[in-house]
């Protein structure tokens, strides 16, 4: 079962002199085990669209259903995780284990059911069994990002949502959080992450949702994606475009340094052998 | 401008966060400084204008040592700080007030107070928002008010310490705009960041890990250097192309690799030449 939005639309401060429309007429499908990418410019309304897929906000217009359940219910809750762009305004606890363990004990869970979460999510997340008894706030912000990760893993929710997660960590940092979302995906969660690194993030994308002004101007696959004029594209594909554009026949579904250099060395040889 | 020698720093849990730093900055130039987290970067800057002071070697601002008191006034006026998190320095209700507190602290009388208000609203482009509060705007439009914050006291030189890397990329240029005009302008610039892009044209450039100085110079011969990847830096993916291409015989000359634009026009100049 899969996240259903049908003509869903949200105001800010509805009724009030300050109304502002933030999406309007969203009509969107996320199967489980899909990466989804929501890209778009600031103020598009990429992060009122995550609040409404988790029953933050609730829609003004249209429906959310989540595996056909209203998200703001106990059981949806359940099946949907979400982490916050900066880790640190969702820990709260003493330890790192205290905070994996908080979701899992509200829930009800036994015990022994919430230490066997707790570690499978600190496993699945890549971090020391040791961190789990420090401070939260002595940590690093690649590690706290990925606290914030795992108590959101140890529900073993169907979808993770997650709003910039690797916005302000260093290339190591960042890269720590790329992986544990790599492994998310592949033991079988959905992974929905609003972004701006396409760079970064671009590799494990399968789909795209691109928001402008309110409203989806383009949804559908990573290839599909690179087709399209005038999207926001990584650094390399836009040269690849550039390329194009000047009439160099490249792959235009090229988004890596690898791939990049391999479809200019093939030019090269095709203009030294025409040459001969 | 100002001057460090041998300064090394450590935290009262014992970390070493700074290990016998000899730097100068000079006079209007732009500064790139870079590093991974816990490198030393932002404990540099807090020594920049005294708010850490070596444990030993010196801080020297102009020639005011930073250890002493007495000259700490001095110091501040000639060097201002902005930090990731602008919401944790606002300190007015409204922008105009909050841009104030800076030169009603340096007693300036009330006619000076408003010039200088006026001044960094204008450098900032914050004019029409003057009597809004400082928490009612956007993350790039609250790092201006920080950076008008500063400009009010019309410091000769700018510290930045990673302003840029809660913003979005478009707020995030226009920050680095305003910054790169006030550099025109004559102002000294210390930028820091983990974000090699932002440091294409910079003077200088400073690379740190484990609070010592690893490289240093001017960003062309920086950002070819081999070692960056194991100082925990991400190479710009169109820099890395390059650097391949350049293996391959294929050289791109570092200010056109600036733009996409600019890297296939050079590219197809090469593939004519073939």
Redesign the interface.
């Known amino acids: 079962m899969p996240i259903i939005l049908e003509n869903v639309s949200f105001s800010y401060s509805r009724k009030t002199p300050l109304e502002t429309l933030a999406l309007r007429d969203i009509n969107l499908r996320i199967e489980k085990g899909e990466f989804v990418g929501i890209l778009g410019e600031k103020g598009a309304g990429k992060s009122t669209l995550t609040k409404l897929l988790n029953g933050l906000l609730k829609p003004e217009t249209g429906t959310v259903r989540v595996d056909g359940l209203d998200p703001s219910l106990r059981e949806a809750k359940r099946r949907i995780g979400m982490v916050f762009q900066q880790a640190a305004d969702q820990l709260f606890c003493k330890s790192v284990y205290e905070e994996i363990a908080f979701g899992p004990q509200n829930f009800g869970y036994s015990k022994k059911e919430t230490e066997e979460r707790v570690y499978e999510a600190i496993e699945a997340v890549s971090l020391d069994h040791s961190i789990l008894s420090r401070d939260p706030f002595s940590l690093s912000g690649g590690e706290m990002q990925r606290v914030a990760l795992a108590s959101a893993l140890a529900l073993r929710p169907d979808y993770l949502i997650l709003d910039e997660p690797i916005t302000g960590l260093d290339p190591v940092g960042k890269k720590e959080i790329l992986d544990a979302l790599k492994k998310v995906k592949d033991m079988g969660t959905a992974v929905i992450t609003v972004t701006h690194n396409l760079k970064g993030f671009f590799p494990l994308l399968e789909k795209i949702v691109l928001i402008k002004e309110g409203r989806i101007v383009f949804q559908g696959s990573r290839e599909s994606y690179l087709r399209k004029e005038c999207v926001p594209l990584p650094p390399i594909a836009s040269i690849m475009k550039e390329l194009r554009a000047r009439g160099i026949p490249v792959n235009p579904e090229v988004f890596t340094v690898e791939d990049a250099l391999e479809e200019i060395l093939k030019v090269k040889f095709a203009l030294e052998k025409e040459k001969q | 401008m100002i001057r460090l020698e041998e300064v090394s720093y450590s935290y009262p849990d014992g970390t070493p966060a700074l290990e016998n730093i000899n730097l100068t900055v000079k006079k209007g130039e732009f500064l790139g400084i870079i590093g991974?987290?816990?490198s030393g970067k932002s404990t540099l800057a807090l020594q920049l204008n005294g708010l850490l002071k070596p444990q030993t070697g010196r801080v020297k601002i102009r020639g005011m040592d930073t250890r002493d008191p007495s000259k700490l006034p001095g110091i501040r006026k000639l060097v201002g700080v902005v930090f990731?998190n602008p919401e944790t320095q606002f300190v007015g209700r409204t922008i105009e007030e909050d841009l104030a507190f800076g030169p009603e602290n340096l007693c300036l009388p009330p006619v000076e107070i408003k010039k200088c208000v006026d001044m960094a609203l204008a450098e900032t482009g914050l004019q029409k928002y003057k009597y809004r509060s400082p928490k009612t705007l956007?993350g790039?439009q609250g790092q201006c008010v920080a950076l008008a914050g500063i400009l009010a006291m019309s410091p000769e030189c700018l510290i930045f310490d990673?302003i840029t890397?809660?913003l979005?990329?478009?707020?995030g240029k226009a920050v680095l705009e305003t910054i790169k005009k006030l550099h025109k302008k004559g102002k000294t610039v210390v930028y820091i960041t983990?974000n090699l892009e932002e440091l294409y044209d910079a003077d200088r450039i400073i690379v740190m890990e484990k609070g010592k100085i690893r490289l240093e110079g001017e960003p062309e011969s920086v950002f070819s250097n081999p070692s960056l990847q194991a100082l925990?830096?991400?190479l710009?993916?169109?820099i890395?192309?390059a650097e391949?291409?350049k293996t391959?015989g294929?050289v791109i000359p570092w200010e056109k690799t600036f733009s996409?634009?600019s890297?296939?026009?050079e590219?197809?100049r090469?593939?004519l030449k073939?």
């Open positions: 991974k987290n816990g990731q956007s790039g990673e890397s809660m979005d990329p478009e707020s983990h925990g830096l991400a710009p993916s169109v890395e192309l391949l291409l391959h294929m996409p634009k890297f296939a026009e590219l197809c090469l593939f073939t």
